[in-house]
């Protein structure tokens, strides 16, 4: 079946411009994750989404990012007035929920964001 | 989350059994040892996840000490497309609130030379 996309693939940017990525996740999924990944700071965590509530946003480097999710399904992660540090591989997953140990993550293939 | 360590760094050849260590000497009993990898430009993909016995799947082995401070995950014949960064994680078990997500250590970078 489809596995995790994101659109779009690259984007580049000016500094002070306002960014949406976006993410469909499996199918079905319930879980849904942001992570990032640049050069310096290695993958990290952003936000966590069940459904379309985020237990966990304690990743968000600054107010400048946001994130929701609709409909239990697709989610948009937005970054206004972009910053060069900003420029990174945006990673999406999404699991099927469970909770506990077993819950393995599907990742989509990631948006490269270039802010100049 | 519990901490892990890996090599930076390893190597290869072909058709050679590797065995990627991971330290996590402060686990907790309930925690559990997952494998991820990430090819070049591609997100990460799980491997295996094991709590005390050692473990098997298509895509690799599992080896955990009998004290759960350190694990191996072996791929028993390298080919050039196993070349990616591997992480170890620990995860906490139902009932912990880190179960969600992920967290990344800096992995260990496999080369397989052909």
């Known amino acids: 079946g489809a596995g995790v996309s994101q659109s779009p693939s690259n984007k580049v940017t000016e500094k002070g411009k306002d960014v949406e990525l976006r993410c469909d996740p499996i199918s079905g999924h319930t879980a849904l994750y942001w992570y990032r990944q640049s050069l310096g700071q290695g993958l990290e965590f952003l936000i966590y989404?069940?459904?379309?509530?985020?237990?966990?946003k304690s990743g968000l480097p600054s107010d400048r990012f946001s994130a929701e999710r609709t409909g239990g399904s697709v989610s948009t992660l937005t970054i206004q007035r972009t910053q060069q540090e900003d420029s990174a591989v945006y990673l999406c997953?999404?699991?099927?929920?469970?909770?506990?140990?077993?819950?393995?993550?599907?990742f989509g293939p990631g948006t490269r964001l270039t802010v100049l | 989350d519990a901490k892990t360590t890996q090599p930076n760094s390893m190597e290869s050849n072909e058709e050679e059994p590797v065995h990627l260590p991971c330290n996590h000497s402060t686990i907790s009993g309930t925690d559990y040892i997952h494998w991820y990898r990430q090819l070049p430009s591609q997100g990460p993909e799980y491997v295996i996840h094991?709590?005390?016995s050692n473990v098997n799947n298509r895509m690799a082995s599992l080896a955990i000490a009998e004290d759960r401070k350190s694990s191996t995950l072996i791929l028993h014949r390298a080919t050039l497309r196993d070349a990616a960064v591997y992480y170890c994680?620990?995860?906490?078990?139902?009932?912990?609130?880190?179960?969600?997500?992920?967290?990344f250590g800096q992995g260990t970078i496999l080369t397989v030379h052909p």
């Open positions: 094991g709590l005390t």
């Open positions: 989404f069940q459904g379309n509530s985020a237990p966990d």
């Open positions: 994680i620990l995860r906490a078990n139902a009932g912990g609130t880190s179960y969600g997500k992920l967290t």
């Open positions: 997953a999404s699991s099927a929920g469970r909770a506990g140990a077993f819950d393995t993550q599907y």
